[in-house]
């Protein structure tokens, strides 16, 4: 048998054990917290990586801007924006009239329209299009204090989209008032894709439509439930 080795042997093995795993937790905890202000940095990390912030200043530029432009003349790989009907909403200098190629006017195209404008356009502009959204309405609300606009409130009236002049724009210049926005209106190019501001402004039409509609626009088929509905 192995004799027992002497007591104070083994309390100084244990705590010597217990003391050898601090160092690598110590370690890790180091390693996973980042810190600019650490004196001693025993693995350099990506803390210390050469690179410009956002908004700070490049003494390397003569404008000083560390972000830079799009250098003039250069045009990214398939981002000619050439075709002005895709891109702009005109042809031959004049509001377009349909969709551009590779769209089509399909009942799904027009949902999509229909969730995209209930999306991004009918806070303001309604549902309905009558210019009563919800942003609209409480803008209205702030507008019409007895003490004034509250907070400096400054607001424009949402256009109804049944209003008489509105009615007369073609699919273009709907398209191009939702890339573009205008004159109080903010423009939505940056926020929604391309095809969906296509799809966006067809549903307009439609709402347009569904809004200014005789019976002679409804099916056949479909005239006896309608009369029913509607009474
Ligand atoms: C933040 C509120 C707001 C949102 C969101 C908004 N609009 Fe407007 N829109 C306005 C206001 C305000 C006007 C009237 C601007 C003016 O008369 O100066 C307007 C005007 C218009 C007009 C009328 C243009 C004309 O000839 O008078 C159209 C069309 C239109 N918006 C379409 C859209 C579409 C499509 C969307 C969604 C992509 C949208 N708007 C989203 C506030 C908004």
Redesign the pocket.
Known sequence: MIPMPPRWMLFTGVLAALALAVPPFVIARVRATPDPNRAVHIFFDMDFQPKFKPQTVNPLFADGRSQRPAVLGTVARGEDNLDTHLNDGVVNGAWAETLPAGLEMTREFLERGQQ??NI??S???GYAGY?D?T??KRAMELMSSSEGPANGTS?????S?H?P??RE?RLG??YN??TN??????G?GTQ?DLND?WA??AY?KALQLSQNASMQDVPPELRDNLKKEVK
């Open positions: 995209r404008y991004h356009c806070v303001c502009h210019g959204g942003v609209n607001w424009v009236q949402a256009k989209l209003d002049v509105v724009h210049m709907l008032v939702a926005g205008i004159r109080n209106m903010a939505y929604i501001r966006i402004a307009v």
